[in-house]
């Protein structure tokens, strides 16, 4: 596609609920990044791929949190179980490699209520 | 570790200059400087690659001290459309991975 891709742009649980993110990257980039940002504040980060393979989830805030990219491309972030404090949006980012420019998707809002 | 930005919040006047700052604790192999309006998604500006580069565009420049691991975005005569909050991401020499400061918001007013 022209750009990345999230879906869907809003969703709302309810708090222990098991939800899933969806990021499509542009084609060909071989770096994915997730992020989430709360309101006033910057993108924080919480896993990044490259290629097929998470090269750092440090980001992720616990085991609740879970993301695979399973063919290089599309990649899913999961929450299981979750709780109000998770609500945010949740950005997704590719970038073709090193030193190149990141292009950052709609995001998804994800609302716990 | 996230690096800081400073100041936090900018008022301007339309016309007038702003100078938002980025610094890290960490030794950083580039600096990426975006754009965000609300409800909307960061927007890139520009990438500074270790070197002291200084790069600009239009009226908005930046510059990048390796040695200080220190980042400024110059906005200069400012316009309506500058109005968001700015961001720099940074890179460290251990990899890919990319991380935000906590934003400027820059407001301009006519």
């Known amino acids: 596609g022209a750009g990345v891709s999230q879906t869907p742009s809003n969703k709302v649980t309810e708090k222990g609920k098991y939800v899933e993110l969806r990021c499509d990257p542009i084609?060909?980039?071989?770096?994915l990044y997730w992020y989430r940002q709360s309101l006033g504040q910057g993108p924080e980060f919480l896993i990044y791929f490259q290629g097929t393979g998470a090269a750092d989830d440090s980001g992720l805030p616990n085991d609740r949190f879970f993301a695979v990219r399973p063919e290089g491309s599309v990649s899913t972030l999961k929450i299981q179980r979750t709780e109000r404090g998770d609500s945010a949006v949740y950005l997704c980012?590719?970038?073709?490699?090193?030193?190149?420019?990141?292009?950052f998707g709609q995001g998804t809002r994800l609302t716990v209520v | 570790q996230q690096p800081v930005q400073s100041p936090q919040a900018v008022i301007l006047r339309e016309g007038e200059d702003a100078v938002i700052n980025c610094s890290s604790s960490k030794a950083l192999y580039s600096v990426h400087w975006y754009r965000q309006k609300h409800g909307e998604a960061p927007v890139f500006l520009m990438i500074l690659l270790k070197g002291g580069e200084q790069k600009g565009h239009d009226k908005i420049s930046a510059s990048f001290n390796e040695k200080k691991q220190q980042s400024s975005l110059y906005l200069t005569a400012s316009q309506l459309s500058y109005s968001g909050t700015y961001f720099c991401?940074?890179?460290?020499?251990?990899?890919?991975?990319?991380?935000f400061g906590g934003g400027t918001r820059l407001m301009v007013k006519p």
């Open positions: 980012a590719s970038r073709w490699q090193l030193n190149t420019e990141a292009f």
């Open positions: 084609s060909g980039h071989t770096a």
């Open positions: 991401g940074t890179e460290t020499n251990a990899g890919n991975m990319l991380t």
